[in-house]
T-cell receptor, first 117, second 112 residues
Framework: EAQVTQNPRYLITVTGKKLTVTCSQN?????MSWYRQDPGLGLRQIYY?????VTDKGDVPEGYKVSRKEKRNFPLILESPSPNQTSLYFC??????WGEGLADTQYFGPGTRLTVL | SQKIEQNSEALNIQEGKTATLTCNYT??????LQWYRQDPGRGPVFLLL?????KEKRKERLKVTFDTTLKQSLFHITASQPADSATYLC???????????FGTGTRLKVLA
């Protein structure tokens, strides 16, 4: 089954304790992206990746890191989480390729609800 | 800066009626717009994409229009059902940057 998976689905942590949220897709998609969703603010893009070893900042990258060492995986790293990073996080992927725009379906993962105390 | 606005936070309609949701954009003319459905606590699901040269796109009971003069996209659900209750999001690509911009969404509730 074609899907985007994220782990963990729920996480409660404390300020400053490094964490990684994993994201994996099995559709051989080149474009992958991380979003956070907060009430009243909608979905905001954190980072995106056009392909292996190619990543770039979205609208709200501060406090986050990503890596794309393999095509299927795109982990989100919070080196020193703070309470303002408490949010619902989504990973997404699409076929979109460099030079062709983003007019392709984005497939979203199930979400990771993160609470930073 | 580019901005995308959806017309209201919540819309309640009676079952069987047509729901119409609005997505307005400013300071930019997107080449295409996407519409997604999101259920509470779940990831958005792609519904339709409409390009600027397509005035209308249909998929079953869904219809999307794109008016570049009014800078607006309308999303219609005909013969609405309680199962259509969800939040609907519009989105576009930030001009040539490979970044997505999403609207805050409209929460639709279809009353039985």
């Amino acid at each position: 089954e074609a899907q985007v998976t994220q782990n963990p689905r729920y996480l409660i942590t404390v300020t400053g304790k490094k964490l990684t949220v994993t994201c994996s897709q099995n559709m051989n998609h080149e474009y992958m992206s991380w979003y956070r969703q907060d009430p009243g603010l909608g979905l905001r893009q954190i980072y995106y990746s056009m392909n292996v070893e190619v990543t770039d900042k979205g609208d709200v990258p501060e406090g986050y890191k990503v890596s794309r060492k393999e095509k299927r995986n795109f982990p989100l790293i919070l080196e020193s989480p703070s309470p303002n990073q408490t949010s619902l996080y989504f990973c997404a992927s699409s076929l979109s390729r460099w030079g062709e725009g983003l007019a392709d379906t984005q497939y979203f993962g199930p979400g990771t609800r993160l609470t930073v105390l | 800066s580019q901005k995308i606005e959806q017309n209201s936070e919540a819309l309640n309609i009676q079952e069987g009626k047509t729901a119409t949701l609005t997505c307005n954009y400013t300071n930019y003319s997107p080449a295409y717009l996407q519409w997604y459905r999101q259920d509470p606590g779940r990831g958005p699901v792609f519904l339709l994409l409409i390009r600027e040269n397509e005035k209308e796109k249909r998929k079953e009971r869904l219809k999307v229009t794109f008016d570049t003069t009014l800078k607006q996209s309308l999303f219609h659900i005909t013969a609405s059902q309680p199962a259509d209750s969800a939040t609907y999001l519009c989105a576009w690509e930030d001009s040539g940057t490979y970044k997505y911009i999403f609207g805050t969404g409209t929460r639709l509730k279809v009353l039985a």
